[in-house]
């Protein structure tokens, strides 16, 4: 396909063109350039393709940031200026509610950007692999004398990592921490991990950090070497004194998790703590925390906001999680109840009201559309407000009727994923009306975005 211009972007972050009755998908793109195409995927109604030559480029492009764009798989969006990132996400979250919802809120608030645009991050993972990705201008050359690579998959290529130089996702410490341990374990000869066969000694670094300066790393074996082990953290405790939490894992299983692994302390404490307004919360190797610290602060506190709280009220918080929610809203609330199905997820809850001194919420661990029943509600007190934070997928169908049958006379629905909270305030939109939507970009340089939606009971 010769000369077809980008018109837009697509729900996924891929650009796209329409020729004739087909939409075309293109990764990397920008909506004003023009281009060739060559379809790698066809379907009945849209196609895939890759850009093989440019004609024009678009007027609102701007040169990458990243020496590692189009290739690493992150970052996609790096290329447009933030402000029509902002634009497009906002869009994107508009045609949702009507394309999939059928429902257009009274009010969709300007997107809130996020004030750091790179170093965004509190957590990043690395790979270390003893087959790294040879990029286009590498295969041309000769072959390199060494394979080893820390970095990231690259898409679509389980065995396959990308060498990172610079990441401009987390703060510098995480990229010279990475750059140390991976020249350090060249140097020495400690085997990187081989994917395929199972075998080596380093395999996984794990970077988390806070807003006050605290940094957490987190070393994965694969083999229990003592003395490689020990000579190697000792080295990394040397050389970065700001690390404040040092810790290492043996994982000799065939997948990455750690969370069915212990943690073991080689060095300082065994957690982080973050602090948004004047709450504090502890991080462990293991908890979830929302990765953009700064932006989750302000979701946060735009869910408190459009709860509408003034102290008699009861809050059920769905998909608490570590309880951050819970813990925004508690001061403003009669009564919080916390409901997760992570067991683990639900201790880490219990210790941050704690730490902030909240004697007014219950945590409790079950499957959401198992424990949210009611008698459940005749337990604990009919809910006079719900806030829900569901995963990527959305809510069960039986949650959604138990939130129903519970009859809050508001529901905030904070959502990762604009199309599956579409189709769930379209389930709600016979009994509530959609008073506002405030779309959140957590994420810059990607097109995931977060939404936060206020539903009010029809009377």
Same mark, same amino acid.
């Given at each position: 396909?010769?000369?077809?211009?980008?018109?837009?972007?697509?729900?996924?972050?891929?650009?796209?063109?329409?020729?004739?009755?087909?939409?075309?998908?293109?990764?990397?793109?920008?909506?004003?350039?023009?281009v060739?195409?060559?379809?790698?995927?066809?379907?009945?109604?849209y196609?895939?393709?890759?850009?093989?030559?440019?004609?024009?480029?678009?007027?609102?492009?701007?040169?990458?940031?990243?020496?590692?764009?189009?290739?690493?798989?992150?970052?996609?969006?790096?290329h447009?200026?933030?402000?029509?990132?902002?634009?497009?996400?906002?869009?994107?979250?508009t045609?949702?509610?009507?394309?999939?919802?059928?429902?257009?809120?009274?009010?969709?608030?300007?997107?809130?950007?996020?004030?750091?645009?790179?170093?965004?991050?509190?957590?990043?993972?690395?790979t270390?692999s003893?087959?790294?990705?040879?990029?286009?201008?590498?295969?041309?050359?000769?072959?390199?004398?060494?394979?080893?690579?820390?970095?990231?998959?690259?898409?679509?290529?389980?065995?396959?990592?990308?060498?990172?130089?610079?990441?401009?996702?987390?703060?510098?410490?995480?990229?010279?921490?990475?750059?140390?341990?991976?020249?350090?374990?060249?140097?020495?000869?400690y085997?990187?991990?081989?994917?395929?066969?199972?075998?080596?000694?380093?395999?996984?670094?794990?970077?988390?950090?806070?807003?006050?300066?605290?940094?957490?790393?987190?070393?994965?074996?694969?083999?229990?070497?003592?003395?490689?082990?020990?000579?190697?953290l000792?080295?990394?405790?040397?050389?970065?004194?700001?690390?404040?939490?040092?810790?290492?894992?043996?994982?000799?299983?065939?997948?990455?998790?750690? /969370?069915?692994? =212990?943690?073991?302390?080689?060095?300082? #404490? &065994?957690? $982080?703590?973050?602090?948004?307004? +004047?709450?504090?919360?502890k991080?462990?190797?293991?908890?979830?925390?929302?990765?953009?610290?700064r932006?989750?602060?302000?979701?946060y506190?735009?869910?408190?906001?459009?709860?509408?709280?003034t102290?008699?009220?009861?809050?059920?918080?769905?998909?608490?999680?570590t309880?951050t929610?819970?813990?925004?809203?508690?001061?403003?609330?009669?009564?919080?109840?916390?409901?997760?199905?992570?067991?683990?997820?639900i201790?880490?809850?219990?210790?941050?009201?704690?730490?902030?001194?909240? /004697?007014?919420? =219950?945590?409790?661990?079950?499957?959401? #559309? &198992?424990? $949210?029943?009611?008698?459940?509600? +005749?337990?604990?007190?009919?809910?006079?407000?719900?806030?829900?934070?569901?995963?990527?997928?959305?809510?069960?169908?039986?949650?959604?009727?138990?939130?129903?049958?519970?009859?809050?006379?508001?529901?905030?629905?904070?959502?990762?994923?604009?199309?599956?909270?579409?189709?769930?305030?379209?389930?709600?939109?016979?009994?509530?009306?959609?008073?506002?939507?405030?779309?959140?970009?957590?994420?810059?340089?990607?097109?995931?975005?977060?939404?936060i939606?206020?539903?009010?009971?029809?009377v």
């Amino acid at each position: 396909m010769e000369g077809i211009e980008i018109s837009d972007f697509a729900a996924e972050g891929k650009a796209l063109a329409r020729v004739n009755d087909l939409v075309v998908f293109v990764p990397w793109a920008a909506p004003g350039d023009v281009v060739d195409i060559q379809l790698t995927r066809r379907k009945n109604s849209y196609a895939e393709g890759r850009i093989v030559c440019f004609h024009k480029f678009a007027a609102q492009r701007v040169e990458p940031f990243c020496e590692h764009f189009t290739v690493c798989g992150g970052c996609k969006w790096q290329h447009i200026p933030y402000p029509a990132q902002l634009n497009y996400k906002h869009k994107q979250v508009t045609d949702q509610l009507i394309r999939i919802g059928k429902v257009l809120p009274e009010e969709v608030l300007p997107i809130i950007g996020s004030e750091q645009q790179m170093f965004y991050r509190n957590k990043l993972e690395y790979t270390f692999s003893n087959r790294r990705w040879l990029t286009t201008d590498e295969v041309a050359l000769p072959l390199p004398a060494q394979f080893e690579g820390a970095g990231f998959h690259i898409p679509g290529r389980f065995d396959k990592v990308l060498d990172i130089r610079k990441c401009w996702l987390q703060e510098d410490v995480s990229n010279r921490i990475r750059l140390f341990i991976k020249e350090f374990c060249i140097e020495h000869a400690y085997p990187f991990f081989d994917l395929r066969n199972q075998t080596g000694f380093i395999r996984l670094l794990i970077v988390r950090t806070s807003t006050s300066g605290e940094v957490m790393i987190i070393v994965v074996f694969y083999e229990d070497d003592t003395q490689k082990r020990e000579t190697l953290l000792n080295a990394v405790k040397l050389n970065f004194p700001e690390i404040t939490s040092l810790m290492y894992v043996i994982n000799g299983k065939c997948n990455d998790t750690i /969370t069915d692994l =212990d943690v073991l302390t080689f060095s300082g #404490k &065994d957690h $982080l703590i973050e602090k948004m307004e +004047d709450l504090r919360f502890k991080i462990g190797p293991k908890s979830f925390f929302q990765t953009n610290s700064r932006q989750a602060c302000r979701l946060y506190a735009i869910t408190r906001q459009f709860a509408g709280l003034t102290g008699n009220e009861t809050v059920y918080d769905l998909y608490t999680g570590t309880g951050t929610i819970a813990a925004f809203i508690a001061r403003n609330a009669k009564k919080v109840i916390g409901i997760e199905q992570v067991k683990e997820a639900i201790e880490d809850a219990k210790v941050n009201a704690a730490l902030n001194n909240l /004697t007014n919420i =219950d945590f409790f661990a079950g499957d959401m #559309k &198992d424990l $949210l029943t009611d008698v459940f509600i +005749d337990q604990h007190g009919k809910p006079d407000v719900i806030i829900t934070d569901p995963p990527r997928s959305g809510m069960h169908d039986d949650v959604t009727e138990a939130i129903l049958t519970a009859s809050p006379k508001r529901i905030v629905y904070v959502s990762c994923n604009p199309a599956t909270q579409a189709r769930d305030l379209s389930r709600m939109s016979a009994r509530y009306r959609i008073s506002k939507i405030q779309p959140v970009d957590m994420f810059p340089h990607t097109h995931h975005v977060e939404n936060i939606a206020l539903l009010e009971l029809n009377v």
